[in-house]
T-cell receptor
């Protein structure tokens, strides 16, 4: 059974610091991997989606990498800002027929960026 | 503005009562999903539907029911058989195929009276 783990569970950094969030998964047979952001009491906002054939994706100050063979992904946030404070969730999509949308989530990393 | 609307934002359930959570989308997506989120936990899949008039159980379907009579709507009923319904419920939609991101509503928080 696929399991997704995110480390650390919480992280506090000063503004301007570059940081890395980690995600690992136990079954390398994935269709894609997605990173989401969740603000308190809100739904999820998609940040980046990496297809299984890709190594990385970039959007602005965010860069996500994928190493499928080792079951790892990282989300790199450059020059962090207080507005980046949120919980970041990693999710993998299983690679078997008809179930690619059934995401399996980690528990998230709660990020706090101090001014 | 395209998006997903969940209502109500807060809901309270009495013992033995069924309650229904609404999810409406105007993104013209075929696939829709219901997730449950407990404090400090990731999201877990309750039910999903890839097309109108068809839906499948997810990992934690017991005590829940759904319908998909219209493309835009995917209501979730929390029945009295669900003994621990207190949670944050999130609805999502997606273009089928899996290689597009899922779009989420802002959730419904369900509590027991």
């Amino acid at each position: 059974k696929q399991e997704v783990t995110q480390i650390p569970a919480a992280l506090s950094v000063p503004e301007g610091e570059n940081l890395v969030l980690n995600c690992s998964f136990t079954d390398s047979a994935i269709y894609n991997l997605q990173w989401f952001r969740q603000d308190p009491g809100k739904g999820l906002t998609s940040l980046l989606l990496i297809q299984s054939s890709q190594r990385e994706q970039t959007s602005g100050r965010l860069n996500a990498s994928l190493d499928k063979s080792s079951g790892r992904s990282t989300l790199y946030i450059a020059a962090s800002q207080p507005g980046d404070s949120a919980t970041y969730l990693c999710a993998v999509s299983p690679n078997y027929g008809g179930s690619q949308g059934n995401l399996i989530f980690g528990k998230g990393t709660k990020l706090s960026v101090k001014p | 503005d395209g998006g997903i609307t969940q209502s109500p934002k807060y809901l309270f359930r009495k013992e033995g009562q069924n309650v229904t959570l609404s999810c409406e989308q105007n993104l013209n997506h075929d696939a829709m999903y219901w997730y449950r989120q407990d404090p400090g936990q990731g999201l877990r899949l309750i039910y999903y539907s890839q097309i109108v008039n068809d839906f499948q159980k997810g990992d934690i379907a017991e005590g829940y029911s759904v319908s998909r009579e219209k493309k835009e709507s995917f209501p979730l009923t929390v029945t009295s058989a669900q003994k621990n319904p207190t949670a944050f419920y999130l609805c999502a939609s997606q273009i089928p195929g899996g290689n597009q991101p899922q779009h989420f509503g802002d959730g419904t928080r369900l509590s027991i009276l």
